[in-house]
């Protein structure tokens, strides 16, 4: 993800309090307003309000701060002729802020349109350029992010082809090729996904280990570096059962966390994964406490996510999953009831042709079953039938971030984001 916001030829942390963001954007607002769209700095000006505005909603959420953004780039992009040694940078942010819509709106035409951009701008410009190795960066996100939603091969195969130029084109101590490198290890955990071949696991991990001590100077990329190497490790366990990888995986959950400030778009995912890896730690120890913490972290993400974030409905089948295997260990009917209701919010809020739909009814149907095997209540039973129809077993399916996962073997997770795309610095910059 876009980490840093570069603004003119300045730059200002997300770090920094909202109020020196809001200052920008007013002082970008005045000078455009007092500038004709034929001045030569026009584009530039539009891509530095449109910046502000994209770092606003990278730390507040707001949607509307996001289409400004969007339409803004466009503009800038519209606007700016061929020759423009900046139109680069402008093509570059627009394909980001159509990706983020696309995580936040699920909308194909914003995602195929954002690989179009991408590829527009690798096309125009020469490999020698320093922010090439950014632009490939940027493709691959998209690429990566359309394998996941559609399982293209083909978009994957791609995918591993420009993740690896971006890297040949990076130094080694650069601290970019950390950002390329947990990149790279985010879809090496895809294939391994699809194939169930552990070196594909086993490399990505190395990768993230190596993106965690090559990004040290910022907070924010640093923390989804360590988260993702976190949800690696989390995977391994799973799949080898080590305790070892299941400590570490905590370790850096619980510092992924500790790194990432109250209220951070990024707070919610990373409860919710350090609360599904807590989870998965009752599963295999029995610990109760666990039980108990990975609750309280899964509503933290619930509580922290806007009504509107299409994640939510994964946090509440997540949170709902929790309540009811608490409910199977102490035999709490509340439990059991608000796992239920959780699950129906989740279902409404899921699209009817999102993959994660039949998994999270898959859900509610053993919940509403469970129900009715507590309270007698044929009506829970009759819902619990209508819920199953059409899906595969009725085991709880609790669900890691991610997109959609697809795991060797039979199962079924509906996940909004399993690993963050970190961003490099060049995508949100503005060259002086």
């Not at 570069?6 to 200002?12: Q, W």
């Not at 990278?58 to 020759?83: C, F, H, M, P, Q």
């Not at 029995?286 to 993400?301: E, F």
Request: hydrophobic letters at 35%; aromatic letters at 6%; proline letters at 5%.
């Amino acid at each position: 993800m876009t980490i840093r916001l570069y603004m003119s030829d300045y730059h200002i942390p997300f770090e920094t309090e909202m109020d020196s963001i809001d200052e920008w954007i007013k002082m970008m607002r005045e000078e455009l307003g007092a500038m004709l769209e034929d001045h030569p700095d026009f584009p530039m000006k539009i891509n530095s309000l449109a910046s502000g505005l994209f770092g606003r909603f990278e730390i507040t959420g707001s949607t509307d701060n996001l289409s400004e953004s969007i339409e803004l780039r466009r503009k800038a992009v519209a606007l700016a002729s061929d020759n423009n040694p900046d139109m680069g940078v402008y093509r570059n942010n627009l394909g980001i802020g159509l990706q983020k819509n696309f995580e936040r709106t699920g909308s194909m035409e914003d995602l195929d349109e954002s690989i179009d951009v991408a590829k527009v701008t690798i096309s125009s410009t020469r490999q020698d350029h320093p922010n090439t190795a950014a632009y490939y960066d940027t493709l691959t996100n998209g690429l990566h992010l359309r394998a996941r939603r559609t399982g293209s091969n083909n978009d994957l195969l791609q995918f591993f082809h420009m993740m690896r130029k971006a890297i040949d084109l990076t130094p080694g101590n650069h601290p970019d090729r950390g950002v390329y490198a947990n990149n790279l290890g985010i879809g090496l955990q895809t294939m391994f996904e699809r194939t169930g071949y552990i070196d594909y696991l086993n490399e990505s991990i190395e990768l993230r280990r190596e993106a965690a001590l090559l990004i040290t100077d910022d907070l924010t990329k640093r923390a989804a570096c360590v988260s993702n190497l976190g949800s690696g490790l989390q995977t391994r366990f799973e799949y080898e059962g080590a305790m070892a990888d299941f400590r570490e995986s905590m370790v850096m959950m619980r510092y992924a966390l500790e790194l990432t400030p109250d209220l951070h778009p990024n707070s919610p995912m990373f409860a919710n994964n350090l609360g599904n890896g807590l989870h998965r730690g009752f599963e295999s120890t029995g610990s109760m406490q666990d039980l108990q913490d990975s609750i309280a972290y899964k509503r933290r993400a619930v509580e922290e996510t806007p009504s509107d974030h299409p994640d939510l409905a994964i946090y509440l089948n997540n949170l709902a999953i929790g309540l009811k295997c608490r409910f199977k260990m102490l035999g709490l009917e509340d439990d059991l009831k608000e796992s239920v209701e959780l699950l129906r919010k989740a279902v409404l809020l899921t699209p009817q042709d999102h993959p994660n739909l039949a998994a999270v009814s898959n859900n509610l149907g053993a919940g509403l079953r469970a129900l009715f095997e507590q309270t007698g209540a044929l009506h829970d039973l009759n819902k619990s039938i209508e819920g199953n129809k059409g899906n595969r077993d009725d085991n709880d399916q609790p669900s890691r971030p991610g997109t959609v996962l697809q795991k060797p073997g039979p199962g079924a997770d509906a996940s909004p984001k399993y690993n963050e795309h970190v961003r490099n610095n060049t995508h949100e910059s503005q060259n002086p």
